[in-house]
C-alpha cells in the first residue's frame, strides 16, 4: 500500500495545522456569531424591560396629571387669556389702543400700524397687527416686557430687526423693527 500521508515531523505538523483550521473555522463560522447573537439579544432584552420599566411609570403617572389638567382647567378661565370683544373689529381696535399704551410707556413711536385679516383658530379669532417702528435696543426690550406682561395676552411673531451702522456710533444704534402681534377672542366669526 502506498503511503499517502506525511510521517515523521511532517505529518504531525501537517495534523496540528489541519486542528488548528478546523478550529478556527469552528470558532469563527459557529462560536463567535452564536456569541454575536446572544450578546444581540440579551441587549435587545435589556432595552425592551427598560421601555417597559418607562411605559410603567408613565402609566402610574397619568392619574396625577389628569387631576393636575382637570384643576388647571378649572382654575383657568377665558379672561385673562382672550379679548372679551364682540367682532373682530372691536378686538383690533381694542388691541391697537393696547398696543400704543404700550409703546407710548416704552418712549416709542409707532411708524405703522396694519391690522391683518382675522381667522378662525378652533374656538378663537385670531387678531392680528402688524408693527413697524424705529427704536434703541434698551426701549424694544421695554416693550416686549410691557407685551409680556398685557392682559389680555398677546404674543410676538415675525419680529424682523435691522440696524443701519453708523460711522463712529457704536451704542444706541437705531433698529428699524417690523413685527406681528396677535390676540384672540372668543367666537367664530366677524
Same mark, same amino acid.
Given at each position: 500500500?502506498?503511503?499517502?500521508?506525511?510521517?515523521?515531523?511532517?505529518?504531525?505538523?501537517?495534523?496540528?495545522?489541519?486542528?488548528?483550521?478546523? *478550529?478556527?473555522?469552528?470558532?469563527?463560522?459557529?462560536?463567535?456569531?452564536?456569541?454575536?447573537?446572544?450578546?444581540?439579544?440579551?441587549?435587545?432584552?435589556?432595552?425592551?424591560?427598560?421601555? !417597559?420599566?418607562?411605559?410603567?411609570?408613565?402609566?402610574?403617572? #397619568?392619574?396625577?396629571?389628569?387631576?393636575?389638567?382637570?384643576?388647571?382647567?378649572?382654575?383657568?378661565?377665558?379672561?385673562?387669556?382672550?379679548?372679551?370683544?364682540?367682532? +373682530?373689529?372691536?378686538?383690533?381696535?381694542?388691541?391697537?389702543?393696547?398696543?400704543?399704551?404700550?409703546?407710548?410707556?416704552?418712549?416709542?413711536?409707532?411708524?405703522?400700524? !396694519?391690522?391683518?385679516?382675522?381667522?378662525?383658530?378652533?374656538?378663537?379669532?385670531?387678531?392680528?397687527?402688524?408693527?413697524?417702528?424705529?427704536?434703541?435696543?434698551?426701549? *424694544?426690550?421695554?416693550?416686549?416686557? !410691557?407685551?409680556?406682561?398685557?392682559?389680555?395676552? #398677546?404674543?410676538?411673531?415675525?419680529?424682523?430687526? +435691522?440696524?443701519?451702522? #453708523?460711522?463712529?456710533?457704536?451704542?444706541? #444704534?437705531?433698529? $428699524?423693527? $417690523?413685527?406681528?402681534?396677535?390676540?384672540?377672542?372668543?367666537?367664530? $366669526?366677524?
Amino acid at each position: 500500500m502506498i503511503d499517502l500521508l506525511p510521517t515523521g515531523r511532517r505529518g504531525q505538523f501537517l495534523a496540528i495545522s489541519v486542528t488548528i483550521l478546523l *478550529l478556527a473555522t469552528a470558532w469563527f463560522g459557529i462560536a463567535v456569531p452564536l456569541i454575536s447573537w446572544y450578546d444581540s439579544r440579551a441587549q435587545a432584552l435589556m432595552q425592551q424591560a427598560m421601555l !417597559e420599566q418607562h411605559m410603567e411609570m408613565i402609566v402610574r403617572a #397619568v392619574p396625577t396629571l389628569l387631576d393636575e389638567a382637570r384643576a388647571a382647567r378649572g382654575a383657568s378661565s377665558p379672561r385673562g387669556i382672550v379679548f372679551d370683544a364682540s367682532s +373682530d373689529a372691536v378686538a383690533g381696535a381694542t388691541l391697537q389702543q393696547t398696543i400704543q399704551r404700550f409703546a407710548h410707556t416704552a418712549g416709542l413711536t409707532l411708524a405703522s400700524v !396694519e391690522t391683518l385679516a382675522a381667522a378662525q383658530r378652533a374656538a378663537f379669532r385670531r387678531i392680528a397687527l402688524r408693527v413697524s417702528f424705529t427704536a434703541s435696543w434698551p426701549s *424694544l426690550i421695554r416693550f416686549l416686557q !410691557e407685551l409680556n406682561t398685557a392682559e389680555p395676552r #398677546v404674543l410676538v411673531d415675525d419680529l424682523q430687526l +435691522d440696524a443701519a451702522p #453708523v460711522i463712529g456710533q457704536f451704542h444706541g #444704534v437705531p433698529l $428699524s423693527v $417690523s413685527l406681528t402681534i396677535l390676540a384672540f377672542r372668543a367666537g367664530t $366669526s366677524s
